[in-house]
């Protein structure tokens, strides 16, 4: 089972030190140092590398998961920011604008080849593709499949429906399918799915309605932009008090049931069937494990 906790995906741009230093005073689980998209102009690239490299050495990270965004496939950049951050100590590396297997190929044999000149163990350095094209999207399951180091997939909405040449209205009917497919398809390769970021970062009540739609959808986190969107987004995608409780309960009266040699239990009038034990059970391995991993950050 894939224990890491991903709620929270905190972007920051890997030249901006100021904003570096505050992400590691937040409650995200992750840090996503980014090297591509945020990092304008090109030439601020390096600096951002190196700026990035001592902040991890210096250790204000030591309690997140660590993810660097590198650059796409095509960049001359790619194989140095592995070469260089594959001996840092990151928990592994985001890769953008996945279009199909291949890429994922790609990038699993530099980070195989990283792993061996550092002495580490394969698949030590985790991945997390982005689906942002429709190819990407058409050959999801490839690229789920590509890698034994995948542990989560993401969406980014926003270059996925310039791809489309779509229209991303407030209402978001445009991204509902590929979210969905994205969940789904994750899910079937026992993969986390992401969701996308919230881009009206200071509109919290659209945020609100996003994260209930994306927890239906089946998601266990987000990609977030702004400290600001953590505690809402740790709210929806951790275990409530009123899920712990139920699932606890559907659980002590399926033993009475058990006990007693009864068919079946019933809660709240409704039967208590194979799927409704099985996601009392996930209710509370997950609070479990969420409970542990912010015990060990404090």
């Known amino acids: 089972m894939n224990n890491f906790v991903l709620r929270s995906l905190l972007f920051v741009p890997g030249h901006r030190e100021k904003l570096l230093r505050k992400a590691s005073t937040t409650k995200a689980d992750a840090i996503i140092l980014d090297l591509e998209d945020s990092v304008v102009p090109v030439s601020n690239k390096v600096k951002a590398r190196i700026l990035c490299s001592q902040l991890i050495k210096e250790g204000i990270f030591q309690h997140y998961l660590i ?9 001359e950049l790619i194989r140095e920011e592995v070469r260089i951050f594959s001996k840092s100590g990151v928990t592994g590396f985001m890769f953008p604008k996945a279009f ?9 044999s530099l980070l195989l080849e990283a792993e061996r000149e550092n002495n580490l163990k394969a698949n030590t350095l985790k991945l997390i593709p982005i689906i942002e094209t429709c190819s990407g999207l058409v050959h999801l399951d490839d690229i789920c499949q590509a890698s034994g180091r995948i ?4 969406f980014g909405c926003e270059d996925f429906i310039t791809d489309l040449r779509g229209i991303h209205d407030r209402r978001g009917d445009s991204l509902f399918y590929p979210r969905a497919q ?9 993969i986390i799915p992401i969701d996308t970021v919230h881009v009206n970062v200071h509109d919290l009540e659209d945020l609100e309605s996003n994260l209930e739609l994306a927890k239906n959808l089946g998601f266990e986190g987000m990609l977030v932009l702004h400290p600001k969107e953590i505690e809402l987004v740790h709210r929806y995608f951790t275990p409530s008090k009123a899920e712990v409780e139920e699932a606890q309960e559907i659980i002590r009266l399926t033993e009475i049931a058990q006990t007693e040699e009864r068919g079946v239990a019933l809660i709240n009038n409704r039967f208590i069937g194979p799927p409704m034990l099985k996601k009392a059970k996930y209710i509370l391995n997950r609070s479990k494990i969420i409970e542990n991993w912010e015990r060990c950050r404090e």
């Not at 993810?67 to 960049?75: G, H, K, Q, T, V």
């Not at 199909?100 to 699993?108: E, H, L, N, T």
């Not at 994205?182 to 026992?190: C, E, K, L, Q, V």
């Open 67 to 75: 993810f660097i965004r590198i650059n796409d496939r095509e960049s």
């Open 100 to 108: 199909d297997g291949d890429d994922i190929r790609f990038i699993d």
């Open 151 to 154: 542990i989560a997939i993401a």
């Open 182 to 190: 994205i969940a789904i398809t994750a899910r079937a390769n026992s």
